[in-house]
């Protein structure tokens, strides 16, 4: 179908032609009735004749042109058009490769989501030699790590363990109190931050997912300890870029929530630092302490310290999945601290971290 435009310019040529030739056949009819017509005696000697002659011939070619020598002329320029492409199109593919491998703007500016996802997918099927494997790997990536909120960095995270006087000190019911210290940089995405202790396992798997909670810990019902007091879990600092945050609890029946507002930082825009603390019963013979990072992370440093409680041994099974391994260090045995330290510089995955697995003094004994 003809383009709107080249319709009307068709409709516009074909006008000027009639109205150019009816006003020649107009003037060859004048030329003759010159001498009979008084009114037109002024007229004698012009050649009016010949103009409308002129101006006829005009008119017919141009509707002529338009029928056959335009089509003719449109065809050929299409076959100049096609053929130019074709000598191009090594060049012209070449340019366009080179600004989307070195100019991901450009890009960014003529693909929409849904297409650079395509070409992702695409991109990595190829490297990998399986489509299957590329569409599974990248709509992992794009679910934990495009779509997360946030991007953290340089994250530092500090345990301390010390006994729980609150209940026994051996045997069921027995917990260790661990106090625990995050500290990292972000921009961040939300406006406030939650911490949450429930006693509810849908509600907890809820939590996992709810961009706006940093922390939750999960107490079962069988638990000797109540999830909605502070006994249990207690946020006791929070702080961003330095400055102290006011900390609002929230409690009701078997759950209780910390809420804390981010201020200005939170609308500027500009990346900040964030660091709270908190206290957590851990069961003594749960054997195991295991602490994850939410959002995907830039470097990650862990130091555990458990010399206050009747820890013999303390292992370590990282989960971060990189080519790249971990650094852990222990503190000498003569040293009075003991402690042991995670490192990983690479880039972190959401829900990866870092899992402690203990052995109790009194096992070993027995």
Not at 112 to 133: P, Y
Not at 214 to 221: D, L, T
Request: charged share 25%; glycine share 6%.
């Amino acid at each position: 179908m003809n383009h709107l435009l080249d319709q009307l310019y068709k409709t516009k040529l074909r006008l000027a032609g009639l109205v150019t030739a009816l006003l020649g056949i107009a003037l060859i009819v004048v030329s003759h009735r010159v001498d009979a017509i008084p009114v037109l005696s002024w007229l004698v000697g012009w050649p009016t004749g010949e103009v409308g002659s002129a101006l006829l011939s005009a008119g017919v070619i141009a509707v002529i042109f338009e029928y056959y020598a335009r089509k003719e002329t449109a065809a050929r320029t299409n076959e100049q058009l096609r053929y130019a492409i074709r000598q191009e199109a090594p060049a012209i593919r070449s340019a366009v490769l080179d600004s989307f491998a070195f100019e991901p703007e450009t890009m960014r500016s003529i693909a929409s989501d849904e297409t650079l996802d395509k070409i992702a997918t695409n991109a990595i099927g190829l490297r990998l030699g399986d489509a299957e494997l590329a569409r599974d790997a990248y709509a992992d990536l794009r679910e934990q790590v495009i779509r997360s909120p946030e991007r953290w960095r340089d994250v530092d995270i500090s345990v301390s363990l010390s006994p729980w006087t609150a209940g026994p000190a051996t045997g069921g019911g027995s917990m260790f109190v661990a106090t625990i210290r995050w500290e990292y940089r972000v921009r961040p995405a939300s406006p406030t931050m939650r911490f949450a202790c429930v006693s509810d396992r849908a509600e907890y798997q809820d939590l996992l997912r709810d961009p706006t909670v940093a922390g939750q810990w999960y107490f079962g019902k069988t638990s000797p300890v109540d999830p909605a007091s502070t006994e249990a879990f207690e946020l006791v600092q929070f702080s961003i870029d330095g400055a102290e945050r006011s900390i609002r609890r929230t409690a009701r029946n078997g759950a209780q929530v910390y809420t804390v507002a981010l201020g200005k930082a939170a609308i500027s825009g500009d990346e900040a630092t964030i660091s709270y603390t908190y206290r957590v019963l851990v069961q003594r013979h749960g054997h195991l302490l295991f602490l994850d990072l939410p959002r995907p992370t830039k470097g990650v440093h862990v130091q555990m310290e458990y010399g206050q409680v009747d820890i013999r041994q303390v292992n370590v099974v990282d989960y971060f999945a990189s080519p790249d391994a971990s650094r852990v260090e222990r503190s000498p045995k003569a040293a009075p601290a003991r402690t042991i330290d995670v490192r990983f510089d690479g880039q972190v995955f959401p829900r990866a971290g870092a899992a402690f697995v203990w052995v109790l003094d009194d096992e070993m004994e027995s």
